[in-house]
């Protein structure tokens, strides 16, 4: 008797659960974002991209002419180093082992300056475009607004994608 009335009670706090889900699911407008797209199609993230592509080939110049040189140190060395003395073949290895550690250096800075560069690029852009979103989703009522590339699966009926309208008001900054 008493594991009946358990049981009942465990069917009506069920049914209870479920109809509130319906009703908060109901009452809930649900919004997506694909920032993929926005990203590809934004001209503030082209530029800001166009910026870094410049500072990576600058860096990657420098590192070129620094690789260029050390290899030139490395074959004087071996053509040479048969003809040299102790004293100076000592004094030329340790020289191309300076070059390596230098370069190998200014690589470890120029990535750490590289990543810096880009976030300085880029964390404007993606706050203008969440400020974007929230002005959106405040102004229509949406509940929820989530990344399209975290979906799995979302029901177009009753989820709506303000992937266009949010880069039609960004586009409206640029112009």
């Given amino acids: 008797m008493l594991n009946r009335i358990a049981f009942y009670l465990f069917m009506v706090a069920i049914t ?10 109901q009452t809930s407008k649900i919004g997506f974002v694909d920032l993929e797209r926005i990203r590809q199609s934004y001209k503030g993230f082209k530029d800001a991209q166009g910026q870094f592509q410049k500072s990576v080939k600058d860096s ?3 590192v070129r002419m620094m690789e260029e040189e ?24 340790r020289l191309i082992i300076q070059k390596e550690q230098e370069l190998m250096q200014y690589i470890q800075v120029q990535q750490q ?12 852009l993606t706050e203008k475009i969440l ?3 929230e002005t959106i989703a405040t102004a229509e009522n949406y509940t929820y607004v989530l990344d399209a590339s975290t979906l799995i699966y979302i029901d177009p009926v009753r989820a709506s994608d303000l992937t266009g309208k949010i880069l039609e008001e960004l586009e409206k900054e640029v112009k």
């Fill in 70 to 93: 050390l290899t030139g140190l490395k074959q004087r060395y071996e053509a040479r180093k048969m003809m040299l003395t102790d004293t100076k073949r000592q004094e030329d290895e």
């Fill in 16 to 25: 209870g659960l479920t109809g509130l889900t319906e009703v908060v699911a």
């Fill in 131 to 133: 400020g974007v979103v």
């Fill in 113 to 124: 300056e590289l990543a810096q560069r880009e976030m300085a690029l880029t964390r404007p």
């Fill in 60 to 62: 990657q110049d420098k």
